[in-house]
């Protein structure tokens, strides 16, 4: 700590504490991301600055280019988090030219260093093309934080204060995050052929496409519902005292929104776009803002008594779904000889599978995974708070963490006998961090979600 710290606000001491912290996280899956599978080519030193010396810059296709696209996402937030730990607040101006100076040569020198690392490698592809997209991505993360950085910071202040204000700083943040998410990766075209493709293959539709069957296309369509109803709530927070927001303009409003992405969709080459998607988001928006205006802990107390039987019951559809989605009940099964071959040649390097998929579809795999095993922390965390018990304890973690990496675990163990399919272990730590997280943000936005303490059941029957 410099002196400078100690004459500071604590809470400015730990907000810079924290965008360390997360330049470091960002800096060591940087690492991690670009040397993975860690497989190692014999190279002398004499001989990799040769090779680095005639790195080509290489033609990209269409194929190519959210791959490239996606070297730009990847050094946003070490740059943005660099930049916003370097801040101290102060309006000179040259101190901040030199700090984003600082930052950018920082960000350029880690994207040549990772290059010229990435040569002993295999089978890494070392280009010009990579380190250009990644100085344009940390220009782009300083370029963020000098903009909009402080008034974002100002949203995670209050977040980690709690209150009411906090609810709608965490719905602000999660919109943005969705839209983000929902352009990614942002390899936008306008050519006739590859649009074309698009209607030809199934991946664009006026109504549905292509989305792997029945029961999982439902799922789909209820995970768009679901997504989009934090901005209807969103919504009822800022029109809160407006009578003319009606359900009415709610559903145009979502229905606008599913249009211009799914518009945007159409025209990523790595997109899928389809009108049913529009009404989705309809429909989620239209329910978030009902949930939002009928919310009352008086009816949540009066269900109270019947919550665990019901998350019993529940539980059973929950694990049917959880086999058919991961296709134990619609494909063909494997013998004993056959899984154990395959076991033989099952890489267990986290992320290894990864790697060898477009990068969209790799941010859609583990967002997928992540929501199919979120629900065991909120359960876990639902099912305490009933009895009263908050869990504030780190003990009180294991449970949800260990439930659903076990379950994960058999699940994917299953896929070495399921034909068409191969497990993934990466899917076991996913299991865990989305449990993990749903544990925790159920514990957090329970307590904040209303102005007054929730009653318990505990209380409950007391007052019986």
Request: with cysteine; charged share 15%.
């Amino acid at each position: 700590m410099s002196p400078n710290d100690s004459e500071k606000p604590p809470n400015m001491i730990i907000k810079r504490v924290a965008f360390l912290y997360a330049t470091l996280a960002c800096t060591g899956f940087i690492l991690y991301g670009s040397l993975l599978p860690f497989e190692i080519r014999h190279k002398t030193l004499v001989e990799a600055w040769d090779l680095f010396r005639h790195i080509p810059y290489l033609r990209l296709g269409v194929g190519s280019r959210a791959d490239w696209i996606a070297n730009i996402v990847l050094y946003i937030p070490v740059s943005f988090f660099a930049d916003a730990w370097l801040s101290n607040g102060s309006g000179i101006c040259a101190r901040r030219i030199n700090r984003i100076a600082l930052v950018v040569v920082a960000g350029a020198a880690l994207a040549v260093a990772v290059e010229f690392t990435q040569i002993w490698f295999a089978p890494r592809t070392v280009s010009f093309n990579d380190i250009i997209a990644e100085i344009i991505g940390t220009v782009l993360g300083v370029a963020l934080w000098e903009s909009v950085g402080r008034r974002l910071s100002v949203l995670g202040v209050k977040i980690m204060a709690g209150g009411p204000a906090a609810v709608q700083s965490a719905a602000v943040l999660y919109v943005l995050a969705y839209i983000a998410l929902s352009l990614f990766p942002y390899d936008f075209t306008v050519s006739g052929q590859v649009l074309a493709a698009k209607l030809a293959n199934g991946r664009a539709s006026w109504l549905w496409a292509a989305c792997g069957g029945g029961f999982i296309c439902l799922v789909k369509l209820i995970a768009e519902v679901v997504a989009v109803m934090p901005i209807g709530a969103l919504l009822g927070m800022l029109f809160r005292q407006d009578r003319r927001w009606t359900l009415r303009t709610a559903l145009y409003a979502g229905l606008g929104l599913g249009l211009i992405i799914e518009l945007c969709q159409f025209f990523l080459a790595s997109g899928v776009s389809q009108g049913m998607s529009v009404l989705t988001r309809g429909v989620g928006v239209v329910l978030g803002l009902i949930l939002y205006r009928n919310f009352s802990w008086y009816y949540v107390n009066k269900v109270l008594p019947y919550l665990r039987p019901m998350m019993v019951i529940a539980a059973v559809p929950y694990g049917f779904a959880l086999l058919d989605l991961n296709r134990w009940f619609s494909s063909h099964w494997l013998g004993w000889a056959e899984a154990g071959r395959r076991l033989t040649k099952l890489h267990f390097l986290p992320f290894y599978y990864h790697y060898y998929t477009a990068e969209a579809v790799a941010v859609v795999s583990v967002i997928y995974q992540f929501g199919l095993y979120a629900p065991f922390g909120a359960a876990v965390w639902l099912w305490r708070w009933v009895g009263g018990d908050t869990g504030a304890g780190g003990r009180s973690l294991i449970v949800p963490v260990a439930a659903a990496a076990v379950t994960a675990f058999v699940v994917e163990a299953g896929k070495l006998f399921i034909s068409g399919e191969h497990p993934d272990p990466t899917n076991v730590l996913i299991a865990a961090a989305a449990a993990l997280s749903g544990y925790l943000l159920s514990r957090y936005f329970f307590m904040i979600a209303a102005e007054a303490r929730p009653v318990r059941l505990r209380e409950l029957q007391a007052r019986k």
